[in-house]
């Protein structure tokens, strides 16, 4: 009992955050749908669970998988919809601002890159006086091996300790052909 009784606060759940997210009233989802309305406010209040067929046609109607009316469509949909709004949003020019790589994960970086995306990249001045530190640990946990970079004076600059020299031209441009090859084998 305690089963069904959790199938039916959960498929509430995701009624209730589908109908939120399309911005759509109870009423309205249940005369397009073709349920009575009293009907449709069991299911959403969890007083009743509908059949798989009604829950094939809720997805349909909300764009979803009958099945994920049983998992938490919140969570998983959550960042659906920043990927979805970045997508939308540069469709035409398929650029993506930079910012947006500290919020996604490597997987949906890949699917972007995939998709076509590229990054606008910022210019030297917009990365002046940042510093871009890289670090790892040995197995051991005893050797923090830690490097960074940083531009200063219109030149990329890598530091390790006290130690901070430029980088040569030439060296950037390797270092972009590296990078550029190692986007092109994940995407």
Known sequence: MKAVEAEKSRISKNI???????????????????????????????NSLPSYSVLERLGEYFNVEPWEFYED?????RRARVLAAYAS?????????MNILDSVEDAQLKSLLQSGFK???????????????????????KTDISTELSVRDNQL?????????????NKVIQIMDIMQAVLDENS
């Open 89 to 97: 949003a540069f469709a035409d020019a398929k650029l993506l601002n």
């Open 157 to 169: 600059f890598i530091s390790n300790g006290d130690v901070s020299f430029p980088v040569p031209l």
């Open 16 to 46: 209730k955050y589908l109908l939120e997210v399309k911005q759509i009233s109870r009423r309205q989802a249940s005369i397009d749908l073709g349920y009575k309305y009293t009907t449709f406010c069991d299911w959403v209040n969890g």
């Open 73 to 77: 469509i919140s969570g998983t949909k």
């Open 119 to 141: 990054f606008r990249h910022k210019t030297l001045e917009e990365y002046e006086g940042v510093n871009i530190k890289l670090s790892s640990s040995s197995a051991d946990d």
